[in-house]
């Protein structure tokens, strides 16, 4: 009886935790300096920027 | 009114008080506060005389909407004989300093005032007796047009450079003549999408008082430069408006007016306009015969920007009756007269010798009848047809169509379109027959292939640049079928349109398929089902597809070349159970089931096929004499990749590959 | 029933437990999913339209504002005859890259991610401009870079 309930408390608690953790990481985590490559691919592509010659260097973000 | 005649007999006063003191004193002083009178208003007013010179200063002076603060008019040496009063080098302060002078002849009653504001440029008025009293001249010489910019509403653009000669003859009787011309002139606004450049103009212009109102009567010629009112660019070309007809307290009669456009033509027109209301309150525009192409280029083309009748190649003729009221668009009669219209440069369309009636009504039901002498839908050449189209105000019902397609039909059944806030909605179902796909296939460069098309197109609805599909869309082609269900099209008409459906395909005929495409010959049939198809810019980004041959007896044969091709789909790392030797004696094979599962997911499509055969997985199960089979065993495959094999195999240029 | 419902449990309990374990490394490394077709498309047409827009860019008429688009910010410096072409291209440019950062959101399937990417953009953008170009400023300022 013990066991059951506590198996049973172990599932919702497991359950919340599961909750917990997918909103945490999945809806509010922007990837921020994967943003940034993948914008700069594109900018590189639209302003056919190869090499890179008259591209300044990568600012630092202080995000 | 009793304001008015007040003030008029104080300024007698103080002139005469002027005069009087100037002959007595040798410095007097003289202050108002306030003046008014219709339309203008004076406060602080204070004239000051010194040693021969005047010197008159208005604290704020109104006039119409507009006002001015701390205006002087100083003469340094005014000039007093008994006949004449004369200022030949004042200056008139109103924010700048400007030269002034004036002079009043007391025997001949004639003001003349002179300002030279700038350099080549004078504003002179002339005010003399006439026959019914003062008759009031202007002559304008280089007058610059930025000086009248405080005077426009604001909400019109500026104006810039340009100068304006001319004059102005208001006389006593009523009359009134003006000539006026307008050279090098620019204007505007801020965001610079209503503005134009060196603009030569030229205005004639009269009016005379008749019944209690005013007749009138106005030609402007547009002789230069070029104007940009967004989204429309026009360049001077003597376009020329002639205006005629009367003004009273009510409003604008314009009785006859006419638009001429060199290479355009003539538009005729006549209304109302309430002052009261500031609107048209009747308004009738009438053009016959305009040559659509230039019509299109100049003035139509600019504001089908980014549609696809943007860059067209038209011809023929139209004609339009408009009649505008208070509330708005009240009727468009248009007819067409041998119209073409072509798409110039994608070559989706093309529509030739449309000719009929299209008679539009804000509030009545009318219909349209067009006929249609031939043309091209994606290159697919159109017979001829005729349009029935309902009209309702903005609501549309197209009675049903046929269009004859190549040596089959489109018919077009349902079709209803209505405006609604933001965007259309429109909907239509239909039906595609009789094709044969041989003409087809050649008319859309694709490689020939063969049996006929049919197609029942249920009712598709546009709604907010979407397509909706209720019900199945049903083709008939390589003596199959195929349905699409669950069809909706995202964003159609934009840079990357997405398509889902889940597609069926049954009983397809894979002789009629493979010959088209150098695949190599398989003799049999096939259904498939395409499970969340998701294509974005018609590219296949996600799908579950599960192809197998179709149930049933008929002939399973797999031809040598089918074989090598198929085993060169696997790459590289594939390798087909097949043995050089058995290849050399047989030209075909038996088989007794094919499949082909791919589920495509980020790029990776996951195959499977009849059955697993670890490490693989059978595409092609052996039946019959000589019997073949074929195992694949790349189970994950990069789309992308598969996607240029297949087009490899299928371009036929790819030497077999056997191993 | 019971057996049921401790199969339940436990089937749940191992998925889930699955999921938080697989989940998290996953989407910590996470690389924005650009390679897709409509991307790609959305791309080309904007690739093709720069070598129309760069003169523009360069001489002042359009410059690249502080949200992630374009805008014809002196008209003045354009020819009358071309200034309907260039607002049409700030139009068209506007909705490209609208759609793009709407697609790139959905290919990663966040589509609330929207407005994050194209503050990344409009950074990135602004940061590998030209010198010459104009941008607008956090304040909306237009600066020459």
Known sequence: ?63 | MCRQRRWRGSVAAIVALLLAAAGYARQFTLDIDDVSGAGFSARGIRAVYANGGVGLQIGALTLGTQSWKNIRLDCAALSLARERIACDDGWLTVADKIPISFSYEAGMRVLNVALKPGKHESWSLILQPGARGNDLVVRIDGGRIERLAAWLPPDLPKPGAGVVNGGIRYGSDGRMAATLAVSGAAFSDASGLHAGEKIDLSLVASAAPAAGRLRWAAELTWSGGEVFWQPVYLKSARQQLTVGGTLDAKGVRIERGALHYPDIGSMAFSGNYSIDTHKLTDGNFSAQSIPFAPLYQTILRPFLADSSLSDLHTGGKVSAVVRVDERGLQSMDIRLDDVSLEDRTQHRFALSGMSGSVPWHAREQTQASLTVAGGELLKMPLGRFAIALGMNGMRFELKPLRVPLLDGYLDVRDFAARAGSASWYWQFSGDIGGISMDRLTAALGLPVMHGTLAARIPLVRHIQSSLRVDGVMNLKVFDGEIEAKNLVLLDIFGKAPRVRADVNLRNLDLELLTRTYSFGTITGRIDAHIGGLELVNWQPVKFDVKLISSPGDYPRKISQAAVQNISALGGAGAAAAIQRSFLQFFEQFGYDKLAWNCKLENGICDMSGVEDRPPGYVLVKGGGIPAITVIGYNRKVDWPELLNRIKRVTQGNSPPIVK | MMKLWRMFETLVTMVMMAAVIGASPAVAQANLEINTPGVAALQASMQKRHGELAPLYASGAVGLTRDGNVALRDPAAVPLAQRATANGLVAAENQDRAALYREIARANNHPEWEGDIRNTFAQRWIDRAQSGWYYQSAAGAWVRK
């Open chain 1, 1 to 63: 009886m013990n066991g059951k309930s506590m198996r049973r408390a172990a599932f919702v608690l497991l359950s919340a935790c599961f909750i917990g953790a997918g909103c945490v990481t999945i809806n509010i985590y922007f990837p921020a300096a994967a943003a940034e490559k993948a914008a700069d691919r594109i900018i590189d592509e639209v302003w056919q920027l190869k090499g890179g010659a008259t591209v300044p260097a990568v600012k630092p973000e202080t995000k």
